[in-house]
C-alpha cells in the first residue's frame, strides 16, 4: 500500500498513514503521504512517530480487525477532521492500520446526496486498493492538482464531476454540467480513445482531439453498483504533446544539419584527395594524408548523430568503423594486421562533443599503430580496448604487439603533431588522464575520460 498512498492522499484528499504494531504495543507510523490539493493537517513528518493513545479507532482497527471511525469534528491545527482506520491483514492476524484523515470543511462543498456518494466512493477506493495491492504491486502514480474526477455508477452514468473535470468539458465544447450525462456520450465521443498498455491497477487511455489531448486513468471499485462503480481521472496533456512535436521538429533538424555537415566534411576530404593525388612532394602526400583521415573521424561522427540519437553516440559502433576504416588506410600492403575491439555487452556513449574529440584521438593512436608499430614485421595485431569503470569513467586502450617505442622516447619532447593533437584533446576537452605504456613487446596507450566528461 505504501506505493498508492501518493494517489489516495489526492483523490481523497486526506493525510494517510501506515501504521504498524511495536513490541510494546504502541502504534508507529511507518509510511506516510500528504495531500498536495489542500493544506495538510500536520507540519512535520510524523515517520517513526508512536501514535498516541488518544487515538482510540487506530487501535480498536488493531485490536478487533474491523474498520473503525474516529470522533467526527476533532479539531486538529484549526481544522475539523474525520479520522478512519482500516486494518491491513496478513492471513487472520492484522499487520498494520491504513488511518485516513480527512478535512471535513471539504464536504461541505456538497450537498447532502453527494456527500454520502463522496463517502462511499472513498470507502471503495480505499478497500479496493488494499485488495488489490496484494497481488500488484506497481504503485499507481499521484494525482496532480489540475486533474479532474468523475464517478461512474455501474451504468457509465457520471454521478459527480470535479470543478476541474467542468472547466476540462468546456475546452472540449461539453457541456459544464456533466453529471447524469453517460461517459461515452462525454469525451469519448470527442476524440479519439486509445487504450495503453499498462500492468497496473488503474485502465489507461489516451483522447486525442483535433488539438487537445487527455490522459485518462479509470480505477473500477468493488463492489460496482449503481451508486459507484469506477473513479475517472483526466489529465490535460495538450501542451505537453505539443512540446513533444516540436522537441521531435526540432531533432529532425539537427538530424539534417549533422547530414549536410558530414556531407561537406567529405566533399572537403575528397578535395584534399585530389590534391593529394597532385602533389609531388611525398612529405606533402603524407601530411595531406593524415589532414584526410582526421577530416573522415569527425565526418563519422556526425554520420552516426544524423542517424541515431542527436546527444550521444555510441562508442563501441564507432570504434569498430573507424579501426576498419584505419586497417585498409594506413596497413602497408604486405602487413597483415589484425584488429580486434574489446568492450564488454553494455552500451557505452558519449556527448556528441567528447565523441569527436574520442574520435580524433582514436584516429591519430590507431594511425601511428599502423605506420610505425610493425616496421620490419609482417603481421601484428591491433587492439581498441573500451571499458567503463565502476565509477561511471571510460577507459579507452589503444595496445599492439608491435616493436614498442623508441628507448626514451617523450611524447612532450617529440613535438609531433599527432602526439599534439592527443596531449590537448584528452587534457583540455575531454579533461582526462593520458597513460603511455611500451616495451619490446608492445605499447599500450590508455585514454581515461572521468564521468562529469560523459
Not at 498494520?96 to 450537498?111: D, P, Q
Not at 475517472?232 to 547530414?259: G, P, Q, S, W, Y
Not at 556531407?263 to 611525398?282: K, S, V
Request: one cysteine or more; aromatic letters at 4%; glycine letters at 8%.
Amino acid at each position: 500500500m505504501r506505493g498508492h498512498l501518493a494517489f489516495l492522499a489526492d483523490l481523497i484528499p486526506a493525510d494517510l498513514f501506515i501504521c504498524c504494531p511495536r513490541a510494546d504495543g504502541d502504534l508507529v507510523a511507518v509510511a506516510e503521504a500528504r495531500p498536495t490539493v489542500r493544506e495538510s493537517f500536520y507540519q512535520h513528518s510524523q515517520l517513526d512517530q508512536p501514535l498516541s493513545r488518544d487515538a482510540a479507532a487506530v487501535y480498536q482497527a488493531l485490536a478487533e480487525g474491523r474498520i473503525c471511525d474516529g470522533p467526527a469534528g476533532k479539531v486538529i491545527g484549526g481544522q475539523p477532521m474525520h479520522q478512519r482506520a482500516y486494518p491491513l491483514r496478513r492471513g487472520r492476524s492484522v499487520a498494520g492500520i491504513l488511518v485516513v484523515e480527512r478535512n471535513l470543511y471539504e464536504e461541505l462543498k456538497h450537498t447532502e446526496e453527494k456527500r454520502q456518494l463522496y463517502r462511499t466512493v472513498i470507502d471503495r477506493a480505499v478497500q479496493t486498493l488494499l485488495a488489490r495491492s496484494r497481488t500488484a504491486d506497481l504503485p499507481l502514480a499521484p494525482a496532480g492538482a489540475g486533474d479532474a474526477m468523475l464517478i461512474l455508477n455501474a451504468d457509465g452514468v457520471i454521478r459527480l464531476a470535479s470543478h476541474q473535470a467542468a472547466t476540462l468539458a468546456r475546452r472540449w465544447g461539453l457541456p459544464d454540467a456533466l453529471e447524469g450525462l453517460a461517459w461515452p456520450e462525454t469525451f469519448p465521443a470527442r476524440g479519439e480513445l486509445r487504450p495503453l498498455a499498462t500492468a497496473g491497477l488503474c485502465e489507461e487511455f489516451e483522447l486525442t482531439g483535433r488539438r487537445q489531448a487527455v490522459e485518462i486513468r479509470i480505477l473500477r471499485l468493488e463492489p460496482a453498483d449503481g451508486e459507484a462503480a469506477a473513479i475517472a481521472m483526466l489529465r490535460d496533456t495538450t501542451e505537453l504533446r505539443e512540446k513533444d512535436r516540436e522537441l521531435a521538429i526540432k531533432e529532425t533538424i539537427i538530424r539534417e544539419v549533422h547530414h549536410r555537415v558530414k556531407n561537406n566534411l567529405q566533399t572537403i576530404a575528397g578535395l584534399l584527395r585530389l590534391q593529394m593525388r597532385r602533389a609531388r612532394n611525398p612529405e606533402v602526400k603524407d601530411i595531406l594524408s593524415d589532414c584526410i583521415e582526421r577530416i573522415s573521424s569527425i565526418a563519422l561522427v556526425h554520420e552516426y548523430l544524423a542517424h541515431d540519437d542527436v546527444g550521444a553516440v555510441d562508442m563501441k559502433e564507432l570504434a569498430y568503423n573507424m579501426l576498419k576504416a584505419a586497417l585498409q588506410g594506413f596497413a602497408a600492403p604486405d602487413l597483415a594486421i589484425a584488429g580486434r575491439l574489446i568492450s564488454s555487452k553494455d552500451r557505452i556513449t558519449l556527448p556528441s562533443a567528447k565523441a569527436t574529440s574520442s574520435a580524433l584521438v582514436v584516429n591519430e593512436l590507431v594511425q601511428n599503430a599502423c605506420k610505425h608499430a610493425f616496421r620490419g614485421r609482417r603481421k601484428g595485431t591491433l587492439d581498441l580496448i573500451l571499458e567503463a569503470g565502476e565509477d561511471g569513467s571510460l577507459h579507452l586502450k589503444v595496445r599492439d604487439d608491435g616493436i614498442g617505442l623508441p628507448a626514451g622516447f617523450d611524447p612532450e619532447a617529440a613535438g609531433h603533431l599527432g602526439w599534439n593533437i592527443i596531449r590537448n584533446l584528452v587534457r583540455d576537452d575531454l579533461r582526462g588522464a593520458l597513460k603511455l605504456e611500451s616495451s619490446s613487446g608492445g605499447t599500450t596507450v590508455t585514454i581515461t575520460i572521468p564521468p562529469e566528461r560523459r
